[in-house]
């Protein structure tokens, strides 16, 4: 099974504060994803990636910019945090042959007073 | 636009007893549906998946799910439940034919009664 780890775990900033939000995946795979989740909104995916260097704006992207620099490491920044983007933020992986399969990391819990 | 509803956001049942989990979308090409199960404290895994063919398909753990074009609905079931059900289920549906970009419903959270 494909692990997916996030780091930090839980993070309090402030507004106007610099965040970075890390996600690793072992199996190599070609798709990653950063979702966050709200009560009353479920999952929606702020950005994507194919693969090293390549990035894909999602549906809710503003505020957020995502850098994947190698098949294993996505990233997603918060430049400017703002109280509205306090959330539980997942990061995911799928392979491009079982792209709906996708496997989920523990999720990072982020708040931003 | 592609939509999820997923009507009931919370539902109780007692171990034992049966269970349905609604789930209606809105897309205007070939929906690829999904079930995905969060555990309390940790991320999404996948329960079962729709492509074709029949229009019940069997997931882990004693789950099963209808697709039903007329309808546009794709309902969970499972015959019995067990306390470890208790979890927030999310209905999917693939929107990105070669992107992998799914649309997630808002989520139900099951609660078993032991």
């Known amino acids: 099974e494909a692990a997916v780890t996030q780091s930090p775990r839980n993070k309090v900033t402030v507004t106007g504060g610099n965040v970075t939000l890390s996600c690793r995946q072992t199996?190599?795979?070609?798709?990653m994803y950063w979702y966050r989740q709200d009560t009353g909104h479920g999952l929606r995916l702020i950005h994507y990636?194919?693969?090293?260097?390549?990035?894909q704006i999602g549906d809710v992207p503003d505020g957020y910019k995502a850098t994947r620099t190698t098949q294993e490491d996505f990233f997603l920044l918060l430049e400017l945090a703002s109280p509205s983007q306090t959330s539980l933020y997942f990061c995911?992986?799928?392979?491009?042959?079982?792209?709906?399969?996708?496997?989920f990391g523990p999720g990072t819990r982020l708040l931003v007073l | 636009a592609q939509s999820v509803t997923q009507p009931d956001a919370r539902v109780t049942v007692s171990e034992g007893a049966s269970l349905q989990l609604r789930c209606k979308y809105s897309?205007?090409?070939?929906?690829?549906l999904f079930w995905y199960v969060q555990y309390p404290r940790q991320g999404l895994q996948l329960l079962l998946k729709?492509?074709?063919?029949?229009?019940v398909v069997q997931g882990v753990n004693g789950f099963e799910a209808e697709f039903s074009k007329s309808n546009s609905s794709f309902h969970l079931r499972k015959a019995s439940v067990h306390w470890s059900d208790s979890a927030v289920y999310f209905c999917?549906?693939?929107?990105?034919?070669?992107?992998?970009?799914?649309?997630f419903g808002h989520g139900t959270i099951l609660r078993v009664h032991p």
């Open positions: 995911a992986s799928s392979d491009y042959q079982t792209q709906d399969t996708q496997y």
């Open positions: 199996n190599s795979h070609n798709y």
């Open positions: 990636s194919y693969g090293a260097g390549n990035l």
């Open positions: 897309y205007s090409g070939t929906p690829y």
């Open positions: 729709y492509y074709s063919g029949d229009p």
């Open positions: 999917v549906l693939r929107t990105g034919a070669n992107t992998g970009k799914l649309t």
